[in-house]
């Protein structure tokens, strides 16, 4: 199935898009609408649609507008263009931004599947080109990938001097000139360790590379992408850094089994303390665990809890604590592979299981309070039996006995992480379901505004809102718009096209469709149940 998402300002055309074609049986999903393009950015950015239809005439940002736009930050996407206007210049720019067909209106159904069929064989194309793992392995034996990947990872590691840098990537043809450096790591975990599958997540990575703005990349591993971003503010690293992210799990979970974790490094302020983010993504990176989720975190998302709790004189330990890194970063499915590690130590000396679990408890135990301290917490006021002798003693009276309590103190340590770091975005989270409770009727609510009344890059606060609420910022606003549609028609005798408006739907046909998909049944029926 491939997605399609469609723009036009005249909702007669919309509607002919979405209802006389057979969606299902013709092999596409209609993922969205929209009446103009900046409406239209960002529901694209979160449905990331495998073709786009859009006019080429709108108010506020036309079709090429909308086409340059949508081919910079997410450059996989066909486009389809509709015209109304038989121009060659139109037609000329349409080729020039990467566009896959153009259509004169009118257009009958007929001629506009025929144009997504031909944007599908085009998709099919390019997912087996990038898929050639022959091509990728030639392509990686070249002479000059090989310096320039041995000169970038010299680079982050920090082993070039800075004279050699800036000769050496002249000679290259790298520019590495900016005010501001930002590392990002994606790990590509694929389910069963396919070599053929992780090559093809790879293919795809390197054939889009290209369009992330300001980034340079290679592959540090067969499954490690080493990304350096530049920028001219850290705003605009935040804003380059989140996107590429979100483009890069995209990507990767198209292709089988396969998922991305990405680690973004701090901000720094010369290229010498390159390796500094670096060596902040790789340590975020080494302590995730495994996740089979695509995941993105951020140094910035973690530092201002450590910094807070400095701030309130809280102690906060220096010295580094393997167990607490891995702890700030574990998931709960990584907990069994922490207590299995400390079970192995157990397995080696059967003889002496009390001595070794009591030494191993009271190190797990150590380490959890440090980082209850680090998040601002008291692990003696949340959880003081943990501190008692008689706790220890009991945990090491079988080998049942100490697995349920490892399981125990880790689950404790996990969720208190989790609570602090939801807290850190609980603010940014509320102030955000407000606004869209306030304005979901509004139909210029997008992501976009949104993202600016939370004080977020678009990117940042898309990530931060589907992490932390499990679910897309569309579709969060879609069921807020539809569970007020559903409250109107039990509470009031609107008709159906008022109560789309009212619920900032722009056209009483997509709104029928929209609360049919998301209800399974018609606005006319759900009222009639009533």
């Not at 499954?223 to 935040?238: M, Y």
């Not at 910035?300 to 010295?319: R, V, Y």
Request: hydrophobic share 35%; net charge negative.
């Amino acid at each position: 199935m491939y997605s399609v998402f469609a723009v036009d300002d005249e909702p007669i055309v919309l509607e002919g898009i979405r209802s006389k074609i057979d969606w299902e049986g013709s092999g596409f999903t209609f993922a969205g609408e929209a009446t103009d393009g900046e409406l239209a950015l960002s529901m694209i950015h979160e449905l990331k649609p495998d073709i786009l239809i859009t006019d080429i005439k709108m108010p506020f940002m036309d079709g090429l507008q909308l086409s340059q736009a949508v081919k910079r930050i997410q450059p996989w996407i066909k486009i389809i263009i509709l015209s109304g206007h038989d121009e060659f210049d139109y037609a000329k720019k349409a080729i020039s931004i990467g566009i896959e067909d153009y259509i004169l209106k009118p257009f009958t159904p007929e001629e506009l599947l025929q144009s997504m069929n031909k944007a599908a064989e085009q998709i099919d194309r390019e997912r087996k080109q990038l898929s050639d793992i022959s091509r990728l392995k030639e392509e990686l034996k070249t002479k000059e990938s090989l310096v320039r990947k041995e000169f970038l990872n010299n680079l982050v590691h920090g082993s070039e001097n800075m004279t050699s840098v800036m000769k050496k990537s002249q000679e290259l043809n790298i520019d590495l000139i900016s005010r501001f450096y930002k590392v990002l790591i994606t790990r590509i975990d694929v389910q069963g360790e396919n070599n053929d599958e992780l090559q093809q997540a790879r293919s795809l990575l390197n054939s889009y590379s290209d369009s992330w703005g300001q980034s340079i990349s290679f592959f540090h591993h067969s499954n490690l992408l080493v990304c350096i971003f530049k920028g001219a503010s850290h705003e605009e690293l935040d804003e380059v850094s989140f996107r590429t992210a979100e483009s890069i799990a995209h990507l990767v979970s198209t292709a089988p089994n396969s998922t991305a974790l990405t680690a973004l490094g701090k901000a720094v302020d010369h290229l010498s303390q390159l390796k500094d983010s670096y060596a902040d993504a790789k340590n975020i990176l080494q302590t995730a665990g495994l996740h089979h989720t695509n995941r993105i975190i951020s140094s910035d998302d973690l530092t201002p809890l450590q910094n807070k709790a400095t701030q309130e004189g809280l102690l906060f330990l220096e010295d580094s604590d393997p167990l607490v890194d891995k702890l700030k970063y574990a998931g709960k499915n990584d907990i069994q592979s922490i207590i299995e590690e400390s079970m192995e130590l157990i397995k080696k000396n059967p003889d002496q299981f009390g001595l070794f679990a009591s030494y191993l408890l009271i190190d797990l135990i150590f380490s959890v309070s440090k980082l209850v301290e680090k998040l601002g917490g008291n692990i003696k006021e949340l959880k003081p039996e943990i501190l008692q002798k008689r706790f220890i003693e009991e945990a090491v009276q079988n080998e049942e006995k100490f697995y349920q309590t490892l399981e125990e103190v880790l689950n404790f340590a996990v969720e208190f992480r989790d609570s602090k770091m939801t807290g850190k975005y609980a603010d940014v989270i509320l102030k955000a379901k407000r606004y869209i409770e306030e304005n979901y009727a509004d139909q210029n609510t997008t992501l976009t505004t949104v993202a600016q009344a939370v004080c977020l890059s678009p990117n940042h606060f898309s990530t931060i809102f589907s992490q932390e609420c499990k679910t897309t910022f569309i579709e969060y606003l879609t069921e807020v718009r539809i569970e007020n549609a559903k409250r109107l028609m039990r509470e009031s005798d609107l008709k159906g096209y008022d109560i789309a408006y009212e619920c900032g739907f722009s056209d009483p046909h997509y709104f029928s469709y929209i609360f049919k998909k998301n209800t399974g049944l018609s606005p006319r029926e759900y009222k009639l149940q009533l």
